[in-house]
């Protein structure tokens, strides 16, 4: 069973910075890899994703502040947070698929007040 750990999240201000890692626990390089997000009251939301080919993709709504990057040797996804803003208050989860099979992290909490 592949295991998918978050961590880096916590509270801080309007505009501050923080990054998210999730280290799995096999190798990653067959994974396609990506970040969803769930605010209270509201549905788990595509953040970014980092596949293993092409280009990283963005939610409109991070696009400029955020960036997802893996490492294949440490088996790590990160998310870089920039310009954070009080709607990106949310759980943060990392997620890895390979054809059928998925797997989710257990999240961390970004919480963004001022």
């Known amino acids: 069973q592949v295991q998918l750990v978050e961590s880096g999240g916590g509270s801080v201000l309007p505009g501050d910075s923080l990054r998210l890692t999730c280290e799995v626990s096999?190798?990653?390089?067959?994974?396609?890899l990506g970040w969803y997000r769930q605010a209270p009251g509201k549905q788990r939301e595509l953040v970014a994703t980092?596949?293993?080919?092409?280009?990283?993709k963005y939610a409109d709504s991070v696009k400029g502040r955020f960036t997802a990057s893996r490492d294949n040797v440490k088996n790590t996804m990160y998310l870089q947070m920039n310009s954070l803003k009080p709607e990106d208050t949310a759980v943060y989860f990392c997620h890895a698929v390979e054809g059928a099979d998925d797997y989710w992290g257990q999240g961390t909490q970004v919480t963004v007040s001022s």
């Open positions: 980092r596949p293993r080919w092409g280009s990283p």
């Open positions: 096999e190798n990653i390089f067959r994974y396609d």
